[in-house]
């Protein structure tokens, strides 16, 4: 019982303490309805393949979408409907809506902090790309942020679309990083009345 407390308030510290020296990615998983509950539970944006990335620093979640729900097939350069906003009042572990989640804690340096400090800035300022289908997405969108920070590799644009061109795909890239250089990855699963992606 000692061992299982001891635990939970280790895990606690990493979650949720304001300790900036590290980014926190949490993936929730794309679903659909369970075919007895498809009555009560919604159809989501995306499906079993959808889901949503959001990347937390100092207890600041931040993540790309739409931009009131609007979005495009491919990329417009003029009319983008792109926007990278602040995410308030997100339950994660432990909530009530019991989604699957899954959050890797990536520990940077000062000086990776600083450098997704301003890209954050300047992506805030400006949304650099277009939200479309076929292009940047929550999980491209999130690599591109952490690429800034050098926590993953740069690439191209290209490069950043075709290789997380959905969540699952930059989450299991992730999780092989985690598992080799140890990094804390906490799971919840979600409620029984859902299908749920797998990794």
Request: glycine share 8%; charged share 25%; aromatic share 14%.
């Given at each position: 019982m000692f061992r299982l407390a001891f635990l939970f308030l280790f895990l606690?510290?990493?979650?949720?303490?304001?300790?900036?020296?590290?980014?926190?990615?949490?993936?929730?998983?794309?679903?659909?309805?369970?075919?007895?509950?498809?009555?009560?539970?919604?159809?989501?944006?995306?499906?079993?393949?959808?889901?949503?990335?959001?990347?937390?620093v100092n207890q600041k979640i931040i993540s790309f979408g739409t931009n009131n729900g609007k979005w495009h097939v491919f990329p417009h350069k003029s009319k983008s409907a792109g926007k990278y906003r602040v995410d308030k009042n997100l339950a994660w572990h432990g909530d009530t809506a019991k989604k699957k989640i899954t959050t890797i804690l990536i520990p940077i340096s000062e000086e990776q902090l600083l450098k997704f400090k301003e890209a954050e800035i300047k992506y805030f300022q400006e949304t650099p790309y277009d939200y479309a289908f076929i292009g940047m997405r929550c999980a491209a969108g999130a690599y591109d942020?952490?690429?800034?920070?050098?926590?993953?590799?740069?690439?191209?644009?290209?490069?950043?679309?075709?290789?997380?061109?959905?969540?699952?795909?930059?989450?299991?890239?992730?999780?092989?990083?985690?598992k080799k250089e140890n990094w804390v990855v906490v799971k919840q699963e979600g409620r029984k009345s859902r299908k749920w992606e797998r990794d």
């Open positions: 606690s510290h990493f979650l949720f303490a304001t300790d900036s020296l590290f980014v926190k990615v949490h993936f929730v998983y794309g679903s659909k309805p369970v075919k007895a509950f498809k009555a009560i539970e919604p159809k989501l944006f995306g499906g079993i393949h959808g889901g949503h990335v959001y990347l937390e942020m952490l690429s800034k920070a050098e926590v993953c590799k740069r690439k191209s644009r290209f490069g950043i679309i075709s290789k997380n061109f959905y969540p699952k795909r930059l989450r299991v890239k992730l999780l092989k990083r985690a």
